[in-house]
């Protein structure tokens, strides 16, 4: 019996070079995407670190007014810079603003993240009877 070799139609030359290519084309776009899910991921982390820390810094005034001496009335504030009141805090322009009507207490910060063309805040609603 004499050996078989098997040949490929004449016309079918770098079709394995073509099917390569195509799957590295597939390969790259798969790279792309997961590439784009992390930056999302990235910012989606960022604006909560954002939101986590504006919480905290006005959780941490309505427990000022809370433990403080004073009558509520005698904290009111305006657009006041938190950077040097909370270095810890990494708000990029964070202002908080405290206002009291009665026994009401309204603490508002915000902040605009760089790159941001808005501002973004927090609301905080305490009820401090002295």
């Known amino acids: ?28 776009f798969g790279v792309l995407g997961i590439i784009g899910l992390q930056a999302a991921a990235i910012q989606h982390t960022t604006t909560a ?5 504006a919480s905290f810094i006005a959780n941490a005034r309505i427990g000022e007014i809370w433990a403080g001496p ?24 964070g202002k908080r603003t405290t206002t009291i009507a009665g026994e009401r207490v309204t603490v508002r910060v915000t902040w605009q993240a760089p790159g941001a063309d808005r501002v973004s805040n927090v609301v905080v609603v305490a009820h401090v009877a002295k």
């Open 1 to 28: 019996m004499g050996m078989r070799t098997s040949r490929r139609p004449r016309g079918a030359k770098g079709i394995i070079l073509l099917e390569v290519l195509i799957s590295v084309l597939v390969l790259a």
């Open 49 to 53: 670190k954002y939101r986590t820390d």
């Open 70 to 93: 004073n009558a509520p009335g005698t904290f009111g504030e305006a657009d006041t810079d938190v950077s040097a009141a909370f270095p810890g805090a990494s708000l990029p322009n």
